[in-house]
């Protein structure tokens, strides 16, 4: 194909894509008025199907099909750094030192770190009700974890996060909401189709599917960027080149004076 098909065709293309986006646009109701027809409907939605907080229902019920390509490309994305940030055949992995941290920085940061797991794990649990929810709570617990190694140093923060486990999690959280969709086919209806009693509004355990497709949610946020962190900081703390922890800091001493 010649350049001059491939700019005919991109203009007209471009064309046709300029008319549609014109058009959708000028069908869209104004702003500032009392007509929401979208946003009627999906509250509507999420009443018949009694989940309190509407985002949850629109993610992990109306459109779950589209939360569920956002989970695998977070999915791909972890393995993804997993396998570009491991430990090449010429590297060494050196013990990481113990840091001095102050005494009001060590005891803020034990306090804390209990209170924003229960937060994290809160807002899960209770994503169909109000506002939060798997994406939300799982980065609070992934990134309240790591107040272990700003409180104390990297040798606490690997006690407290078993790489290998919080790496079986990832898995099993985005294959909890693929199976979890597969329900729907078995009862006969469509994927993710909610199978489940609706129960009660505003309780704990209403809205069908959704408050457990949003603790798979969480779990695979949370799991995810625990070992996503863990390979940027393996590869500060303790990858070490052939050359040892020395000549390290030799490198970066003279990309500093260079800079």
Do not use: W
Request: with cysteine; proline share 4%; aromatic share 6%.
């Amino acid at each position: 194909m010649s350049r001059r098909v491939r700019t005919a065709l991109f203009l007209a293309a471009a064309c046709v894509f300029a008319v549609a986006f014109t058009a959708a646009c000028t069908g869209l109701p104004h702003f500032g008025t009392t007509r929401h027809p979208y946003g009627a409907r999906a509250v509507q939605a999420a009443l018949r199907h009694r989940t309190a907080n509407v985002v949850s229902a629109i993610n992990f019920d109306q459109r779950a099909m589209d939360t569920l390509g956002e989970e695998s490309i977070l999915f791909g994305a972890v393995l993804g750094a997993v396998v570009l940030l491991r430990r090449a055949r010429d590297e060494n992995r050196a013990v990481p030192e113990r840091g001095r941290v102050l005494p009001s920085t060590l005891l803020l940061g034990a306090g804390l770190l209990p209170v924003t797991a229960l937060v994290g794990f809160y807002i899960v649990a209770h994503g169909q009700l109000s506002p939060g929810g798997g994406f939300q709570g799982g980065i609070v617990l992934a990134t309240g974890l790591h107040l272990a190694y700003v409180a104390a140093d990297y040798r606490v923060l690997r006690r407290v996060r078993p790489l290998a486990v919080f790496a079986a999690l990832d898995a099993v959280g985005a294959g909890a909401f693929t199976a979890l969709g597969l329900a729907g086919l078995v009862a006969g209806g469509a994927y993710l189709k909610n199978v489940l009693p609706l129960g009660t509004f505003n309780q704990l355990s209403s809205a069908g599917l959704v408050p457990l497709v949003n603790a798979a949610v969480g779990v695979e946020v949370a799991s995810g960027v625990i070992v996503l962190l863990a390979q940027f900081l393996d590869q500060a703390v303790e990858i070490t080149s052939p050359d040892g922890p020395a000549a390290d800091r030799d490198r970066g001493t003279q990309e500093d004076d260079d800079r």
